[in-house]
Every structure is written in structure tokens, then in C-alpha cells.
């Protein structure tokens, strides 16, 4: 199950400093040469010159010894002498979507591709595939499935479900054994390590593993025997895990449905027969008891919209709002629950092991969200930062996240609330102390469920492997470095993805006035500001600035509270969650970037 990050509104956006793993870890950029830079070329009268196309800075002449390119070629290009720039590498053009995204990895990854030498290792590693292994459980009899996207290939997950009592299930989580073929210290796992997660960007995927393990013979592909760690838990009626076991399996995944399969079956819209009916009719009534324990112990279930792509071919033809579906919800839950029975397990023999955390919001910085939403003359509760307990915290940010999530305000949109919601928040990590996580309710969790794509899931699978006795003993000195390392790298993939939704989007845009004309108009909200002036939300996904100097009428400056344009001289605000109608000023497709002008005549009147 390949979950993304939540898609934040660009105001909510929280950045965190560029970081280079290689330099952490002791590596060197590729062939030892300084990073490459993603630039488009562009004619300055008789010169070519190239222009950084997603880093700042100005633009530089060509020299004559790097590869010829044309106005309007994507390139990578190096500094030179002077101030000049040498290009290594066309890349395509501008205008192509494919081309734009290929560049963007190129700027912003360590390394595309692996070297040859993980490749070697990766293809002996896959080699064990074929081994028989004494201890392994044979579980090729019992019905499995998955559930996932429709465009994945990485398989880490699969469920299995029998009668285990009048009232009691047993719930089977098998998760891709990928640290069988993945041995610690060897070349694959210190290039895991330096990459820390998979890359996903809505033309592909850069993966943390070569592609004979992550889309070969570590997922758990349908009709082959598959090496796998079972968390085996019977759960009674109202969700509570009565036993937990976890051990080395051999599974058969006897089903591959995509969420919306899965979803038509829970709506009756496609019949599941057989054990997959069986399956559901066991697991669906519990994972709806999980949801509900798990609500009723205080989680915080912010909801926020993330785009879905659509492709004809190669080439991108629409975008939606990606639904919040039941089908999402069941596989979640079950994951979760074994993330929890992992972690509360390491934690009982206190095994050293990365722990996925999440601190509870700061206080001072749940009373500012309150003093925003004061400010837009919206609910708060009573609250006060100096005395508040861990329950006071937990209550009031429950309370708001509720009211957010259901209700939208007269007049004011939704999006730019859930994004303070979601900014007041600490931001969840990994570290070796537990704290607990505070937006799952849970006292003990970790991330177990995909050792595909995440290193994290890979240090606990060892973690756990090694205190069962059924591999060695991992090494731990260095832990608590290797958790901060993928809590980097989650932000910094988490950066890129998002940047290249933006792209994706904006290239949606262009296609489209081009096609309706440049006069379209859009419903829009202001989801957040800077001095020079706001981000509007508009038509659901996309998202532009509204620069202050192009509203009318006055000269407008940002309040003290950060939630409001003011006009000096007229006192007219623009105030966060104001309900907009906007056009389009100009697109820049190749760096996902939209600027907005308000639609003369049919904008909300400001406050």
C-alpha cells in the first residue's frame, strides 16, 4: 500500500533546509563532479543563455565546450568559469511533461538510476528467491489478497482473515521480507539507506530499491510464492488484540484488486464471491470497529483533498480530487494495528528500534491557530497554553479538527482552515525514544508495513527478526543517525513530490485555456499569505498567487496576525478562507507555477 503525504496548501507547507545524504553518509556526488542543475536555455538577444528552472538565481551564458542546445531545451548544466554554464545533458523540452518531471528528479536526487555494482548485488540478492528455508510457515493455503493503486508494482502488503471465535477474528498482515535479500552493510542497503524512501511523481516512480527487488521478487505478486513476515493477531468484537505473533511465512497472493475494485464490492456494485467474499465479510465489520475504537480514543483525522492523474498513453489528460474511500480506510486500519502490535512488542523487550512519533502540538502553537480562527470571527474553545495538560491539548485540537472536518463556515471555505489545522501540528518523525503518536492515538508505533519503499520499516523488520531469533542481531550504534537520516529524506521526497504535482497540474492548466480560451474564470479561497501577497486555491486542486500589487483599489499590506491583506487607506481586507473568483495571469508549466489576477466584477466583496 503506496500511502502519499497528505497535500498541503503551499501556505501550509512547512521547508525544511536542502540536504545532501552523500555528505552525510561520506559518499560524493556522482562521477565526483559538483550536482548538475535543471535549467531551460533562453535567448537573450545574440546569446543563449540558461536559466535555473527550479533552484533561484539568475541566469548564465553557455560556454562553447559543453553539448549544443537550442531556445527552449531542458538541459543539466554545471558552472563553468566566469559566469558561465556548461551543459552536460539535454533532457527534452519544456513544453513536455515527461521531459519537465525528468529534469526535476535530476535536480533534486542524489542519483537517478542505480550503479552498476547495486545492480550486480541486487540480481544475486534476487537469486535467493528459489531458496528453501527451514522455520519459514507455510501459509500457500490460506486465502491472501492486496489492495492497491491501480498503477503500482511494488507490492508490500497483503491480508489474510479467518474465524477465530464466536466473536473473535484472526487477521493475517503479510509484509514483502525484504531484508532476506536486502543484508545489512551490503552495497543495496548503504544505497537504501543514503535514498531512505521511493520517490513518487505522477510519471513514475525513483525507487529506494533496484527493480529486480522492488517490483520483482520482494512484491508479493499475484499466483507466486512469496517470502513474507506475518503479523498473525486474533482481535475480538470490539477490537482489542487478544494474541500477537509475529514469524517468517511463504504466502501465495490469490487475489490483486485495486481500491476501486474493492470499493465497488463494499458499495454491491461488483459481487465478491468466494473466499474474497468470505474475507470481507470477516474483515470489513472489523476494520470498522478499529476505525471507531481508534476515534473514540481521541485520533486527529484531518481530511485534505490530493490530486489523482490520468493518463492516456503518455499523455496526461485529466486530474481529480481523489476520493476518501472505504476501501482505503480498511486497508489502513489493518496496517496500523500491526504497526502497533510491532512496536509494542519492541517496546516490552526494549529492543533498540526506530519508532515512528509524533509529539503533541506545542501549545503556544495550538493557542495561535485559536487566535486565527478568532480573528476570521470563528468557534474556539476555552483554552490557555500556560496551564494546559496533555488532555487539554489532545480535546481542543480534537474539537477544532471535528468542527473543521465537518462543517464549512457561510461565506469562507474549508481548505484554508484544515491548513492551519494541519501547521499547528508537530511534525511526526522517527527516533529510537518512543513518545507515542499522537495524531494515530497510540502509545507505541512504528512503520513495518512497507519495507519496499521505506528504509525505517526495513531497520524494524531486523529489529524484530533478530529478537524472534530468526535472523542476527542488527546492528543499533548508529540508530539513532539512521532515523534522523529517513525522517530527512521523507521531508525532502515529500518536497519533490509536491513540487511535481504542481507541475502536473499547471501543465492541466495550460492545456486547458488553450483549448477554452484565456478568459476562464474560477471559484477560488485564500489559503494563506505572504507580505507580497496571497495563495488562492481555486477549482479544487490548483493553486496560484495573487500578488497584492495587482489588487485594487489601494495599497495593500499584511496584518500582525498574518490572516488579512488591509488596504492603508481603505481599511478593504482580503482575509484568509475569503471565497474568490480569480483568472489567470500566466502559467509557467515547466516550474508549476500560476499567477492570479481577481475577475473584475465577480469577486466576493472583501471585508
Not at 491501480?150 to 466473536?167: I, K, N, V, W, Y
Not at 509524533?358 to 476570521?376: I, M, R, Y
Not at 463556515?409 to 501547521?423: D, E, F, H, M
Not at 546492528?475 to 539512521?482: G, K, N, R
Amino acid at each position: 500500500m503506496a500511502l502519499r503525504p497528505k497535500r498541503l496548501s503551499r501556505s501550509a507547507r512547512r521547508h525544511s533546509t536542502a540536504f545532501d545524504p552523500a555528505r552525510r553518509l561520506g559518499g560524493a556526488p556522482l562521477d565526483g563532479m559538483p550536482r548538475p542543475t535543471a535549467g531551460v536555455v533562453v535567448r537573450h538577444g545574440k546569446h543563449l543563455e540558461v536559466e535555473p528552472l527550479f533552484q533561484k538565481g539568475t541566469s548564465f551564458l553557455l560556454t562553447r565546450d559543453g553539448q549544443k542546445a537550442a531556445s527552449g531545451d531542458l538541459v543539466m548544466y554545471t558552472f563553468s568559469h566566469g559566469r558561465r554554464a556548461k551543459i552536460l545533458k539535454i533532457v527534452g523540452e519544456k513544453g513536455h511533461i515527461q521531459d519537465v518531471m525528468e529534469a526535476l528528479l535530476l535536480d533534486s536526487l542524489q542519483q537517478r538510476g542505480f550503479h552498476e555494482r547495486v545492480l550486480a548485488q541486487a540480481a544475486d540478492a534476487a537469486g535467493r528467491e528459489r531458496r528453501l528455508d527451514e522455520g519459514r510457515v507455510d501459509l500457500r493455503d490460506l486465502f491472501t489478497f492486496t489492495v492497491d493503486p491501480e498503477t503500482a508494482r511494488d507490492f508490500d502488503d497483503a491480508l489474510s482473515f479467518q474465524p477465530a471465535g464466536a466473536d473473535e477474528v484472526r487477521v493475517y498482515v503479510h509484509i514483502a521480507d525484504v531484508c532476506y535479500f536486502v543484508q545489512e552493510g551490503d552495497a543495496v542497503d548503504l544505497e537504501a539507506l543514503r535514498r531512505g524512501t521511493s520517490v513518487y511523481v505522477p510519471t513514475g516512480v525513483e525507487p529506494m530499491l533496484p527493480p529486480q527487488l522492488s517490483t520483482d521478487v520482494c512484491s508479493l505478486q499475484p499466483g507466486v510464492d512469496r517470502k513474507a513476515v506475518t503479523v498473525e493477531m486474533v482481535v475480538d468484537g470490539e477490537g482489542g488484540v487478544r494474541t500477537a505473533d509475529f514469524y517468517r511465512s511463504l504466502i501465495r497472493n490469490d487475489r490483486r484488486l485495486e481500491y476501486q475494485q474493492l470499493e465497488a464490492a463494499f458499495r454491491g456494485e461488483q459481487a465478491a464471491t468466494g473466499a474474497l467474499a468470505d474475507a470481507l465479510q470477516l474483515g470489513r465489520p472489523l476494520a470498522a470497529t478499529l476505525r471507531e475504537r481508534r476515534d473514540q480514543a481521541g485520533r486527529i483525522n484531518v481530511i485534505s483533498h490530493e490530486p489523482d492523474f490520468h493518463w492516456e498513453g503518455d499523455e496526461l489528460v485529466r486530474v481529480e480530487a481523489a476520493e476518501s474511500l472505504e476501501s482505503h480506510g480498511f486497508i489502513e486500519d489493518f496496517m496500523v494495528l500491526a504497526n502497533e502490535q510491532v512496536a509494542q512488542f519492541l517496546e516490552k523487550r526494549r529492543v533498540p528500534a526506530v519508532y515512528r512519533v509524533h509529539d503533541l502540538p506545542d501549545p503556544f502553537h495550538l493557542d495561535h491557530l485559536f487566535d486565527v480562527l478568532a480573528s476570521l470571527d470563528l468557534p474556539t474553545p476555552p483554552f490557555d497554553p500556560l496551564t494546559a495538560t496533555p488532555g487539554d491539548v489532545r480535546r481542543a485540537t480534537a474539537e477544532v479538527a471535528d468542527w473543521v472536518a465537518r462543517f464549512t463556515p457561510k461565506g469562507r471555505g474549508k481548505a484554508a482552515l484544515t491548513s492551519q489545522v494541519l501547521r499547528a501540528q508537530a511534525r511526526a518523525v522517527y527516533q529510537t525514544k518512543n513518545i507515542g503518536h499522537f495524531g494515530l492515538a497510540s502509545k507505541a508505533y512504528c512503520h513495518f508495513t512497507s519495507p519496499i519503499r521505506r528504509y525505517p520499516d526495513l531497520l524494524v523488520h531486523r529489529a524484530l527478526l533478530g529478537e524472534l531469533g530468526l535472523a542476527s542481531r542488527p546492528t543499533t550504534f548508529a540508530l539513532s543517525d539512521w532515523a534522523e537520516q529517513c525522517s530527512r529524506t521523507e521531508r525532502e521526497a515529500a518536497k519533490i513530490e509536491l513540487q511535481a504535482d504542481d507541475i502536473a497540474l499547471a501543465h492541466l492548466l495550460a492545456d486547458r485555456l488553450r483549448r477554452e480560451g484565456p478568459d476562464l474564470t474560477f471559484g477560488g479561497e485564500i489559503v494563506g499569505f505572504v507580505r507580497s501577497g496571497a495563495f488562492v486555491l481555486f477549482d479544487t486542486l490548483y493553486e496560484g498567487f495573487l500578488a497584492a500589487r495587482d489588487l485594487p483599489g489601494d495599497y495593500y499590506q499584511l496584518d500582525e496576525a498574518e490572516t488579512a491583506l488591509v488596504g492603508r487607506h481603505t481599511g478593504v481586507a482580503y482575509r484568509l478562507a475569503d471565497l474568490v473568483t480569480v483568472q489567470i495571469k500566466a502559467v509557467d508549466e515547466a516550474r508549476g507555477k500560476v499567477d492570479l489576477i481577481l475577475a473584475e466584477g465577480l469577486s466576493r466583496r472583501p471585508r
